[in-house]
């Protein structure tokens, strides 16, 4: 896939963007768990940053998901991955099924402005019991006259504590667990709606992340996304954006952790001679690079299939399976070659090891990464 001059326009928009509004403050950020979402989702708003692949009519630029690739892959010059994160979560993870199915009212009254900025959002699929297994939620949306009454609760909710709407999945009916739930927006301010506590994370740390109960929370049930039993089919959909950015994210930031420990290796002697000079660290990083190169490649393939309409489950699922453990790998190998400097919180590697752990866990773990791969090889036992 190669990038028009209006893709490059665009990253080099970002890439300013960053400098001048986002790493100036990301170690402020990170000190104090949060960053102000409202403020920076206003100003990116304001690029047009938000709504790149949606409709004109609510706000967007009506792109292909290349553009978004673009985007995702130049956000990676952020100083660490919380702010790529949360910005993924509103762009493609909370929003991309309520582009799609929504109805027009609910899109004026909940993507434009998420779109201009205006509006924060969250998703809300992840429960203390239902991780990567979300046909095994349990938060309930009875019907009530012309309401859904929602009860249950939600972890690991990335914007959470600051999250103007959640689109929630949530079990609507009694049938199969593939076919009897919904996505449905639910406004954060709606009486019932507790942020319970904001989660002490090993990594992320700019980035709020919630638990949030919902105790006979009403809302209209002109707030569903789409048809009633559909929504853990539109979940899918919506993962495959997600597992998409997920990769794509972090290819800048381990290109940055490999030029970095360059300069440091370079400059570090030990024996006589710089580190780099070592062929164990020189060969070493030359393999990392490549591994990069490759992951990109991947991406940009399952990209190009996304943007001509094809299904990419597979394709995204191999890319967040390499994205995770590339992330794991590049960031231990570069750590090692700071020798004690690279245990010190001051030295950026040590925000990559810590960041970059979540890939094989969010969105997906590993494991099930594993298995939809193997499922598509036509691999899995009969019945699994």
Known sequence: ???TPEHKSLAESVRKFVASEINPYVDEWEEAGIFPAHEVFKKMGDQGFLGINKPERFGGSNLDWSYTLAFC???????????PMAVGVQTDMATPALARFGSDELRDE??????SGDYVSCIGVSEPGAGSDVASIRTTARKDGDDYVINGGKLWITNGTQADFMCMLANTGEGPVHKNKSLIIVPMKTKGVTVARKLDKLGMRASDTAQIHFEDVRVPQRYRIG?????????MQQFQE???WGAASGIRSLEKAIEDVIEYTRQRKAFGKPLLHNQVIHYRLAELQTEVEMLRSLIYRAVEHHVAG?????????????AGRLSREVADSCLQYYGGMGFMNETPIT????????ASIGGGADEVMLGIIAKYMGTLPRGD
Request: glycine share 12%.
């Open 1 to 3: 896939m190669e990038f």
């Open 351 to 358: 925000r990559l090891y810590r960041d970059g752990r979540l």
């Open 110 to 115: 909940f993507l434009a402005p998420a779109i």
């Open 73 to 83: 892959e130049a956000l990676g010059e952020v100083n660490g991955g919380s702010i």
């Open 310 to 322: 094809e299904d990419v489950t597979r394709l995204a699922s191999m890319a967040k399976l390499k």
């Open 227 to 235: 048809e009633e039993g559909l929504g853990f089919t539109y979940q």
């Open 242 to 244: 997600e597992r998409l």
